[in-house]
């Protein structure tokens, strides 16, 4: 009987609606499909690091890490002011991080809020979010590139820092993804994430019964994912180069990520313009402070 009462009271409404010309708008907007090129952008670089919500009046300080003989600290890796830069911290024993403002600004004409069939204040907000997270892992990878740069010419052997691994040319193989949580592994880190641009993706959906165990190999061959490879994640996005993947260690022991104001909507409408309009911004900081636990791999 609940469920019919609550039947009845939403045939109710939907008649009600449909006694008027803007109630019979309100359903042709629901009804309509959002227009879409492509799935939205899933953020996924905050999966790696600490989010941290700091209180009022709190600085975003954090300590460096100790290198292997316990005496001196190993370098750190934060984004500058604005957003503008990568900084290598050397000397400090503890770290600053400048915080700065990611920010989307939509405007919709009001015509054509009316024109459209599909609720297009709606769409717009939410391709304006993804934007936002786009460019939150814009300046992770470049954290992460920068701190590949860095260990270049280190050698395999280095306490802190994992030299590119260059593969031979061929699609990424069981003994390639083995070295490179090697190399993470080595500094008593776990590895919990991989990241990867879906053209390279594609390589582990060509391992075989020769590579993986029969139940991994039908989980693929019946959805088309691998999600876990020996207890890491593995992750994609197209913010990844090409060419190029990412092994990571757990987040507690790589970097933190600031965050003095959360995503927040507000409107942001302009009259004389005669357009709806919303800020969507966020206040963060980024800070890598452990390089041991990033290895990236450069594909020929």
Same mark, same amino acid.
């Given at each position: ?19 008027? !010309?803007? &109630?019979?708008?309100? /359903? @042709? ?9 492509? $799935?939205?952008?899933? %953020? ?123 593969? !031979?040319? &061929?699609?990424?193989? /069981? @003994? ?9 592994? $080595?500094?008593?880190? %776990? ?110």
């Amino acid at each position: 009987m609940r469920n019919l009462s609550r039947t009845q009271a939403q045939m109710n409404q939907l008649g009600a609606l449909l006694m008027s !010309a803007q &109630g019979r708008m309100r /359903v @042709a907007a629901a009804l309509g499909p959002s227009l879409r090129r492509r $799935r939205d952008y899933m %953020s996924i670089t905050r999966k790696a690091l600490m989010v941290e919500t700091l209180p009022d009046g709190a600085l975003p300080i954090y300590d460096k890490e100790f290198d292997e003989t316990g005496r001196s600290f190993v370098e750190a890796f934060v984004v500058g002011e604005e957003g503008a830069d990568i900084v290598r911290v050397v000397k400090p024993k503890r770290v600053t991080v400048p915080t700065f403002e990611i920010v989307a600004n939509p405007l919709i004409p009001i015509s054509q809020i009316k024109e459209r069939r599909f609720d297009v204040v709606e769409r717009s907000l939410n391709l304006s979010k993804s934007e936002v997270g786009a460019q939150e892992d814009g300046y992770v990878f470049g954290l992460f590139d920068a701190i590949a740069t860095a260990a270049t010419g280190k050698g395999v052997d280095d306490p802190v820092y994992n030299e590119d691994m260059t593969p !031979a040319a &061929g699609p990424i193989s /069981v @003994a390639t993804m083995a070295d490179a949580y090697g190399q993470v592994e $080595r500094h008593d880190i %776990s590895v919990a994430l991989v990241f990867m641009n879906p053209r390279n993706y594609t390589d582990l959906r060509k391992w075989t019964d020769s590579t993986v165990d029969r139940e991994t190999e039908r989980k693929l061959l019946k959805t088309g994912i691998m999600g876990y490879v020996w207890g890491a994640t593995i992750l994609q996005s197209r913010k990844v180069t090409r060419g190029q993947f990412y092994v990571l260690g757990d987040a507690e022991f790589l970097g933190v990520v600031p965050e003095r104001i959360p995503l927040t909507v507000m409107s942001a409408d302009q009259p004389l313009l005669r357009s709806i309009g919303f800020s969507i911004f966020e206040n963060l900081g980024f800070l890598i402070f452990n390089p041991s636990a990033i290895q990236r791999v450069i594909l020929s």
